[in-house]
């Protein structure tokens, strides 16, 4: 039997390594019986690819199986896929995994699919593959088919007694020299968050052997792997584990960037400087500050807390980003602006927002009519409004994302963003929704993408200047730290130095990370005419000498 196994990405990035498949490609491989009467291939795709036309192209490879790995993202797509390849051949038999299925297993078509699968997938789709070899019934837990439409799960799988795909060397098609990976250190999460498909789930963790973890980073080292995001929700949850790994890496790995996902609350000094000894940067869910918002998914916050967690990662310039979700219970825009500005003020190198999808399957999912809340029934199940946040509030709430997503994140404005603020007296959500305004009302969508981020920026700073008519040494002062600090990005970022045009000596221009801009100006005069300046040095070791 040939069996093709079909990933699609949001886009080509680091999260289109196709984990989900090769595990079960290695599942598969690994069996004797379906290794000797099989012949499976993982395949990947993203969005952009037209799904009609690779429904023809599997036609065209006499295929006998296609197993799709389905997500909230590329559902869509699989639905016009899944609709073309019945259309060219009745015959073929199609099933899926992925957690879409698991969490809305109710809304796939049994008539089109074979049978799917829901939970863990390793073990299920070898039994279910079995039984159609056999001609047997589709019948067992986590296997969903007209034998047995009723929902079950798999169970959870002994992770010990799965063979690696990368060791396998299953994933070698989609390694390459400075290429990006996913890698799986455990399944499972101790926490019950509301808007997440493990809210109902067992509060329970479950790792890879650390033999295992251990020959899958010389693997990964060997393979000229560049960039690594570790899927694990909560990579400190162990603390005796998670340092034995991080010095793992520091000795194997120094090279290879890692992004972990982590828990504040659970950083103590001991971790903060094992993260810093090796090349890593650290995504952590804040979602809100507001504890009636966050009482209602099963999360807590204590603003003191946090900060004295942030402040140890600060310290040792770790690199961070903070999340933040719009749309949650008894969320509103009020609230969703003092969550940002909160965040903004944590320093993170980038805040990621997300308009809350209410996920089949979770415990925000069941309480829907509880919290009175519309949503897209479809996926991505994309919340439209609720009591406390109408569909005007949401759009202007998604209006202060887009600007932070340029004017923050893709415009490195974490080191002068406050004082930009200061300059201006204004909150940063203030700002980001007029930056939206300014990229709305002066440029195309391609320009705002194909526009150096600095550049737009520096317009938009010098018409604040124009409409709130400050003085010229503010001007001075606020233009020249800002573009002191772009010049430091872009040279970390390319390794080629800009030339820097500014009113002040850099080292001058330092004292405004710590100092108000009202008192800056008032002690520190500026040049009578601008000096260039360049960048040389390594990152740790920089310097910014004249021209």
């Known amino acids: 039997m040939k069996i093709k196994l079909i990933s699609v990405a949001i886009e080509k990035s680091n999260l289109s390594f196709p984990l989900g498949a090769l595990c079960i490609e290695t599942a598969i491989k690994s069996d004797e019986e379906l290794n000797n009467n099989t012949k499976v291939e993982t395949l990947l795709y993203d969005l952009e690819d037209n799904p009609k036309l690779i429904a023809s192209y599997i036609i065209n490879e006499n295929v006998e199986m296609v ?25 073929i038999f199609i099933f899926a995994g992925g957690s879409e299925v698991s969490a809305n297993t109710n809304s796939f078509d049994l008539n089109k699919y074979k049978f799917l699968i829901a939970g863990e997938g390793e073990e299920s789709t070898i039994i279910a593959i079995k039984k159609l070899l056999h001609g047997e019934k589709l019948i067992s837990n986590g296997i969903i088919s007209k034998d047995n439409p009723s929902l079950t799960y798999s169970p959870n799988i002994d992770l010990s007694t799965l063979k690696s795909p990368l060791l396998s060397n299953i994933c070698n098609p989609f390694l390459f020299e400075d290429c990006s990976i996913l890698w799986e250190m455990t399944r499972g999460c101790p926490f019950r968050c509301g808007f997440c498909f493990e809210s109902k789930g067992l509060r329970s963790v479950r790792n890879y052997p650390f033999e295992r973890i251990e020959k899958e980073l010389d693997y990964i080292v060997n393979s000229g792997v560049k960039d690594v995001f570790v899927l694990d929700p909560t990579f400190n949850i162990d603390k005796k584990r998670t340092l034995k790994i991080l010095n793992l890496i520091k000795e194997k790995a120094p090279f290879i960037h890692f992004t972990f996902e982590i828990r504040a609350e659970l950083l103590d000094q001991d971790l903060a400087i094992a993260f810093s000894n090796i090349f890593c940067s650290l995504q952590i869910g804040l979602q809100s500050i507001h504890s009636e918002v ?7 916050f204590n603003k003191s807390l946090f900060k004295e967690k942030i402040t140890l990662l600060e310290k040792l310039n770790l690199v961070y980003g903070l999340d933040l979700i719009i749309g949650l219970p008894h969320d509103n825009l009020q609230l969703f602006k003092e969550s940002l500005d909160f965040t903004v003020f944590c320093k993170p190198s980038n805040i990621d927002i997300f308009i809350l999808s209410l996920l089949p399957g979770t415990k925000i999912y069941e309480d829907v009519n509880k919290f009175n809340i519309n949503y897209n029934h479809k996926s991505p199940y994309t919340f439209i409004e609720s009591p406390s946040y109408s569909k005007e509030d949401i759009i202007e709430a998604l209006k202060i994302k887009k600007g932070c997503d ?19 007296e204004i909150t940063p959500s203030t700002l980001f929704y007029d930056f939206n305004c300014f990229l709305d009302n002066n ?11 600095f550049e737009l920026q520096d317009i938009f700073i010098n018409q604040l200047f124009e409409k709130q008519k400050l003085n010229d040494d503010y001007k001075k002062a606020l233009l020249s730290y800002i573009e002191l600090h772009q010049g430091l ?19 001058v221009l330092s004292l405004l990370d710590n100092t108000n801009i009202h008192n800056f100006i008032k002690k520190n005069k500026s040049f009578k005419n601008k000096k260039d300046y360049y960048i040389t040095g390594e990152p740790g070791n920089i310097d910014i000498i004249e021209y």
């Open 67 to 91: 197993g799709l790995s389905i997500y909230l993202w590329n559902r869509e797509w699989f639905d016009s896929f899944t609709n073309e390849i019945t259309r060219l051949n009745p015959n």
């Open 443 to 453: 440029y195309s969508e391609e320009e705002v993408n194909n526009i150096d981020i």
């Open 489 to 507: 990005s872009f040279y970390l970022d390319v390794a080629a130095s800009p030339i820097l045009s500014l009113w002040y000596d850099p080292n």
């Open 294 to 300: 966050l009482k209602s998914v099963n999360r807590s």
């Open 406 to 424: 340029y004017f923050y994140t893709k415009g490195n404005a974490v080191m002068f963003i406050k004082v930009i603020c200061d300059t201006f």
